[in-house]
């Protein structure tokens, strides 16, 4: 009996191009269907109807995948896109890390909100049609299909930065997440933006690459330490290395604002009990906008337009004013 792969084989493409041609997808060009179809009439191939017809149903199943750095930090934009979808009569899978690439099918979910650069954009490019929209939450790709909701980091970490010159510090260590995703690189850059600004120096020996985890912040600041390069204030990319720094100062007697600051970003749970200074997202109306702009997608009304939210600087104990003693140093030298 001929099976899709004797008629791939036949057509010198692959398995999927046979089914994607035989269930009436869009993303094969026209002189290929036809070839696909001469051969199938040919052979006098059949199409299972049953199994056709299970994998050309539609699924009405939104995926959301994101990466495994701290799953409580994603709590708040899951609720955000579970109540858009749930209110819209759409069902919600969650996964993490490539497990995702084999359920960015038609066959298996309408479309796919993507929080993980885990997932490289090659495949996000090839996955986006007409027929299965993607939304990004951590980077830009340019695709009719393909449409971002992102976080002004540049604002809010000027914005941050800003206060803090204002408040006197002038010695700054940054400690970054992975170099590769737009978030770090964003706000690392927004960062330096201020310094230079005011003609405050910042060597890249004072920058301290993390990965986003508690225990990455708490080495870099062992490292200041023990290397005796403390600064007025150490700057992180996110909540969870701030956390770790200020453990590793409070660890070796070193107070935080008093000795050194310390600011973050997100304002992650444990952020607000902390006294943490940080930068507040609004992660569920993040999850809640991606998700409607998915469906909206989904149901043809095309939007690629990048929409960028706004985020708020929430100062906190971990800086104070030192503005009096930071002046008079700055004004004598």
Request: charged share 25%.
């Amino acid at each position: 009996m001929t099976g899709i792969k004797d008629i791939a084989k036949a057509a010198g493409v692959s398995a999927a191009t046979v089914s994607n041609v035989l269930n009436g997808r869009k993303n094969v060009g026209e002189e290929t269907r036809r070839n696909i179809l001469r051969i199938c009439e040919e052979l006098s191939y059949v199409p299972n109807a049953a199994g056709k017809s299970l994998k050309s149903t539609e699924t009405n199943t939104i995926l959301f995948n994101f990466s495994d750095f701290d799953r409580n930090f994603y709590l708040d934009t899951i609720n955000g896109i579970s109540d858009y979808v749930n209110a819209n009569d759409f069902d919600l899978m969650i996964c993490t890390k490539k497990s995702c690439e084999k359920f960015m099918r038609s066959g298996f979910t309408s479309g796919c909100i993507i929080l993980d650069m885990g997932v490289k954009s090659r495949v996000i490019s090839e996955v986006a049609s007409e027929h299965y929209p993607i939304v990004l939450l951590d980077r830009e790709l340019e695709s009719p299909y393909i449409k971002s909701v992102l976080i002004d980091n540049d604002t809010a970490m000027q914005e941050l930065v800003q206060g803090l010159v204002d408040m006197g510090y002038r010695r700054f260590s940054f400690i970054g997440g992975p170099e590769k995703t737009a978030d770090n690189s964003e706000r690392y850059g927004a960062f330096l933006k201020v310094l230079e600004r005011y003609g405050l120096p910042f060597s890249r020996k004072y920058y301290y690459s993390g990965d986003y985890r508690q225990k990455s912040g708490y080495s870099a600041a062992r490292i200041m330490i023990l290397s005796d390069t403390l600064p007025d204030c150490i700057v992180c990319a996110n909540d969870n290395m701030a956390i770790g720094a200020i453990k590793a100062l409070r660890e070796n007697g070193i107070r935080v604002p008093e000795d050194v600051a310390v600011t973050g970003f997100d304002n992650s749970t444990l952020a607000e009990p902390m006294g943490l200074t940080t930068v507040d997202i609004p992660d569920y109306e993040r999850g809640y906008l991606a998700a409607q702009n998915l469906i909206q997608n989904i149901r043809g009304d095309q939007d690629s337009e990048t929409l960028r939210l706004g985020a708020v600087v929430k100062w906190r104990k971990t800086t104070v004013s030192r503005k009096s003693s930071s002046l008079h140093t700055l004004l004598s030298s």
